[in-house]
């Protein structure tokens, strides 16, 4: 898909692609409705729209983004409805079969600062996991039994933490896929905090990013 991505919003990058196999790959698509959170351009929502999912909705906490992700919606002719905003609450928005997640997972130093626009795409707090564990803990409201949430995420913000909390929540989790990729200009830029942190050797200039596949069970809340 060609899409409009202005500056502020992120683009689709390795953990969009990676993520998007794992979309083409997950049965609940088709005919299902899928949520994509932090949808940024809309690449993984009109993704799922072409799989033939019955409905997509798509969010963000980024106006710009949210307004990029519905023209590239109205370019595409795709029926993804966009909206500003974080998780539903599922008391009006309802349980989804699939919720896709590229969240923002950089670790970030601490500057006393107000977050910039462009940074709260990627930028996560000192253990990239600010809004990993919030999506964690709320996860089996936002899913239908037997639906699916698909998550992408780095390894240095600790992919076995997500397995863990996931699984506290009931439901049934895996790791789906891997790659590793070189570091693009926001972790090169803080390889040296990373390695104080012991996050990375000194020197390490990759990545390894994991899809995590999560089932709501009939025993998740």
Not at 92 to 107: H, I, S
Not at 172 to 186: D, H, L, N
Request: proline share 10%; hydrophobic share 40%.
């Amino acid at each position: 898909m060609r899409l409009i991505r202005p500056s502020g919003v992120y683009p689709p990058q390795d953990d969009t692609a990676l993520l998007a196999e794992a979309v083409r790959r997950e049965p609940g698509t088709a005919g299902g409705r899928v949520l994509d959170v932090g949808t940024g351009t809309g690449a993984l929502a009109l993704l799922a729209a072409r799989c033939r999912a019955a409905r997509v909705d798509a969010v963000d906490i980024s106006p710009r983004a949210v307004a990029t992700a519905w023209l590239n919606a109205r370019l595409c002719r795709a029926p993804v409805r966009v909206r500003l905003g974080g998780l539903p609450d599922p008391a009006t928005g309802g349980r989804f079969d699939v919720v896709l997640a590229n969240p923002p997972y950089v670790p970030t130093p601490p500057s006393g600062l107000p977050p910039h626009a462009r940074g709260r795409s990627f930028d996560a707090g000192p253990d990239g996991r600010a809004v990993l564990d919030d999506l964690c803990a709320r996860a089996p409201s936002l899913l239908r039994p037997g639906g699916v949430l698909l998550i992408v995420q780095s390894a240095l913000s600790g992919a076995g933490t997500t397995l863990e909390r996931l699984r506290a929540q009931g439901l049934r989790t895996e790791v789906t896929a891997r790659r590793v990729v070189p570091f693009g200009p926001v972790l090169r830029g803080r390889s040296t905090w990373l390695a104080s942190r012991g996050l990375i050797a000194p020197g390490e200039d990759k990545e390894e990013l994991v899809v995590i596949r999560a089932v709501r069970t009939a025993h998740a809340a």
